[in-house]
């Protein structure tokens, strides 16, 4: 019914910057908020950033002044910018939006498929 798909993930060297997008497309009538989680292996997933459909953020404490979270409503589509990558970002990375779908009262959580981020030292 509902797809959260992530593109850019990849390999890039320590102070090097990516940027994530991740679009949610089919039976989208309104979404709340957007968000990106990482998982490193062994460890649990942690929120990393988040923005309201509002446009209010807020970011973990390890990643504040290296990364930037930002939405297009339009598009249905969630950014990640991060810079002065370091080796310690290396993680999945997951988009999570809440989202309502038509004949639904209440928004659900939905989340992508995951994508790698490697930083090299």
């Known amino acids: 019914q509902v797809q959260l798909v992530e593109s850019g993930g990849g390999l890039v060297q320590a102070g090097g910057s990516l940027r994530l997008s991740c679009a949610a497309s089919g039976r989208v009538l309104s979404i709340n908020d957007m968000g990106w989680y990482r998982q490193a292996p062994g460890k649990q997933r942690d929120s990393v950033a988040s923005i309201t459909s509002g446009g209010s953020t807020n970011y973990a404490d390890s990643v504040k002044g290296r990364f930037t979270i930002s939405r297009d409503n339009a598009k249905n589509t969630v950014y990640l910018q991060m810079n002065s990558l370091k080796p310690e970002d290396t993680a999945v990375y997951y988009c999570?939006?809440?989202?309502?779908?038509?004949?639904?009262?209440?928004?659900?959580?939905?989340w992508g498929q995951g994508t790698q981020i490697t930083v090299s030292s």
């Open positions: 999570r939006g809440l989202i309502k779908i038509p004949g639904s009262f209440i928004f659900r959580e939905y």
